[in-house]
Structure formats: structure tokens, C-alpha cells
């Protein structure tokens, strides 16, 4: 069975993950600030979409969690040895009250959803930040660390991050915040520079190897070949490839790239299959996709020495796809019309490189 068609039940989110591949330089840098007590009140956690960052920060979020009421410090660990991992077995109280969303002492902050149209929203509001306040000023449990993790950052509108800044500035007494971002540039340089940033990069394939073993242990050699092939060092895009027939989407997308010219029906029938009502994850998937395949060609282009012409038109299409992207992710009746104009870009730059050779 192809790996597109192979209906698996995917149940393991960053929060109920336990296990972390590679990021080691970043857990490394993590518990060097706990063990010498020199703990940041606030993390950056920036890299491409799908590498595994919201799974490290709940693996930070949970041994904070374990430390209770410690101190950092050298003194901490008296004669034992410091950690040197933030492994957590799974029958562990705190793993099991993160895994459920039932630890007092985590919020997590996300994109809500809009009350009156019963969507979800396109960017984390005002409020969701505003009420990190009233949950950092609450006796901690225990007395223990108070984390809030972010994810994405990124999805924050201006209103949100000016809440944030402020709270970074005069942060609350034993509290962590966590930001997850998958483009570091989109936040505000105020608040990059009151975090301790920790970049990091595309997996290695064995790691991309490890997780699909782990998350998808049906695949065979083939699959997995191709998917970790694929992933460009994003275990997260690769397991969504083969839960939502990614290998389809993937297909269509290699093939506009290449220059393919879809017909008007087949473009219509595209577009309204990826955009469909109820098919969120298809939509979001050609998109990552998409994003994924235009960065290794920009990458191949600058490489090579195209010319510059060529690696900017390349580079005019991904800022059009973006600008597309966040115009359409909000309303499923703009979505069909986004995917459209998409399909028309990628024509219209072959054109273009076709009139300039």
C-alpha cells in the first residue's frame, strides 16, 4: 500500500511525545543554564516548520516541572551527577497531566477559536496573551516553576506581541515562557532580544528515520525511504505526508514546479479538492509542501549560480505564496480562490523564465 493510502491513526502530538530526536546542542545549552542556576526567564525555539521544536519545548516544560520547587544551581544535585537529558518516562504523573492538558502549572497558548464564526482564528489575540497574567500571579501548585509555552509565536498579531513584550520585561518570579517560532523574523526584535534563543536546524535522515519508526511503525523500507527523502529534515511534514496522502499533493506540486500547465477544469478540480470544506489538514499539507519543494529549489538556485534573475523570480513566487497563504487561512470561502492564484504564479514565473532565456 502506498504510503498516500494508508489510514493511521496519529495520536502522538508534541505534548504526548516522549521521545526527542537530535536538538542536542539545544538540550545541551538548556540544562547547562538550569545546573549553573544562570536560567532564562524566556526561550526562542526557531527553526523550519516541522523539525520537532514544540516537542522540545514540552520536554523542557516537563523537566521544569519535575524540579518542583528547586533552585537551579550547582548545588542542586548535591553528589549525583547533573541530567544530561530531558527524557521522562511516560508513566510519570507530570507526563501523563501534560500529555491530558490537566498540569495547573503549564498554559499553553495557541490560536483559539473565533466564537462567532466557530472558526479557527488566523493569529493569537490580545487576550489569549492577557491571560497568561492572571495564571502567572496564581500560587503555583506546589510552588513550583510556571510555564507557558507559545506556539506559534509567530501567529501572535501586534496587540498580542506588545503583551508579550511587556511581560518580558518585568517577568513574573518563577515563571518560564517558551516560544515556539517557524520564522524568527516575523516577531518584533524587542522580544527576540529578551529571549535566550535556541536555532535549530533540519533533522539528519537517521533522526527523521527514528521518528517515523517510532510514530508510524507500519511503514515499510520503501516508505520510509521515500518520506524521510522528502521531509527535507522535517519528521513533522514527513508524518503528515503519510497520514493525509501527502505523496498525491506532492506529486502536483513537484510537477507545477516543473513547469507543468494544468488545464482550466484540472486546475478548478484541484483547487476545490485542497480547499474542500472539512479538509483543513489537506490544505495546510499542499501548502508546507509547496513552501518545502520552493525552498530547496531557491536553495538549488543560489547554488548553482542561475542567474539572478531566475533566483528572483523564485524568490517573487515564495513571497507571493506567503502573502497568499496568510490571506487565505482564515476563510474557506477565500481558500479555492488562494490555491488558484498560486497555480497561476507558478505558471506565470516558467513564463517569465521562458520569455527571459
Known amino acids: ?30 540544562l547547562k543554564s538550569w545546573t549553573t542556576g544562570r536560567m532564562h526567564h524566556a526561550w526562542l525555539l526557531a527553526g523550519p516548520k516541522g523539525i520537532g521544536k514544540a516537542t522540545l519545548a ?15 544551581g550547582p548545588g542542586l544535585f548535591g553528589d549525583q551527577t547533573p541530567p544530561d537529558k530531558l527524557v521522562m518516562a511516560e508513566d510519570d504523573p507530570i507526563f501523563s497531566r501534560v500529555a491530558a492538558g490537566a498540569e495547573g502549572n503549564l498554559k499553553v497558548i495557541e490560536r483559539g477559536l473565533n466564537e462567532k464564526t466557530k472558526r479557527m482564528r488566523q493569529e493569537i489575540i490580545v487576550d489569549d496573551v492577557r491571560a497568561l497574567h492572571s495564571f502567572f500571579e496564581l500560587t503555583a501548585a506546589q510552588e513550583g516553576w510556571r510555564i507557558a509555552i507559545i506556539d506559534s509565536a509567530d501567529e501572535m498579531n501586534r496587540n498580542a506581541a506588545n503583551a508579550l513584550l511587556k511581560m518580558l520585561e518585568e517577568p513574573p ?33 537517521a533522526q527523521v528515520r527514528q521518528v517515523l519508526n517510532q510514530r508510524l511503525p507500519e511503514l515499510d523500507e520503501g516508505e520510509l525511504k521515500t518520506l524521510t527523502g522528502l521531509s527535507g529534515g522535517a519528521p513533522g511534514l514527513a508524518v503528515r505526508m503519510a497520514l493525509f ?19 482550466i477544469k484540472e486546475m478548478h478540480d484541484f483547487a476545490g479538492q485542497v480547499s474542500a470544506r472539512g479538509q483543513d489538514e ?18 538549488a538556485e543560489a547554488s548553482q549560480g542561475g542567474g539572478k534573475r531566475r533566483l528572483d523570480c523564485w ?43
Not at 489537506?282 to 536553495?299: E, G, P
Request: hydrophobic share 50%.
Open 1 to 30: 500500500m502506498a504510503a498516500d493510502e494508508k489510514p493511521v491513526a496519529d495520536n502522538l502530538t508534541p505534548r504526548m511525545t516522549p521521545f526527542l530526536a537530535g536538538h542536542g546542542r539545544a538540550v545541551e545549552i538548556f
Open 58 to 72: 514540552y520536554h523542557m516544560a516537563r523537566f521544569l516541572l519535575k524540579q518542583g520547587a528547586g533552585e537551579a
Open 173 to 205: 518570579a518563577k515563571s518560564i515562557l517558551l516560544l515556539v517560532s517557524h520564522a524568527k523574523g516575523r516577531l518584533p526584535a524587542t522580544i527576540r532580544s529578551r529571549c535566550q534563543q535556541l536555532l535549530l536546524a533540519p533533522l539528519e535522515e
Open 245 to 263: 496522502k501527502g505523496m498525491t499533493l506532492y506529486k502536483v506540486v513537484r510537477e507545477l514546479l516543473d513547469g507543468k500547465v494544468l488545464k
Open 282 to 299: 489537506k490544505y495546510f499539507l499542499f501548502l508546507d509542501i509547496l513552501q518545502s519543494q520552493l525552498a530547496a529549489r531557491i536553495r
Open 315 to 357: 524568490l517573487q513566487l515564495w513571497e507571493k505564496v506567503n502573502l497568499l497563504r496568510g490571506r487565505g487561512e482564515g476563510l474557506n470561502m477565500g481558500r479555492k480562490q488562494g490555491v488558484l492564484l498560486i497555480i497561476d504564479a507558478i505558471a506565470a514565473l516558467h513564463r517569465n523564465a521562458s520569455a527571459a532565456a
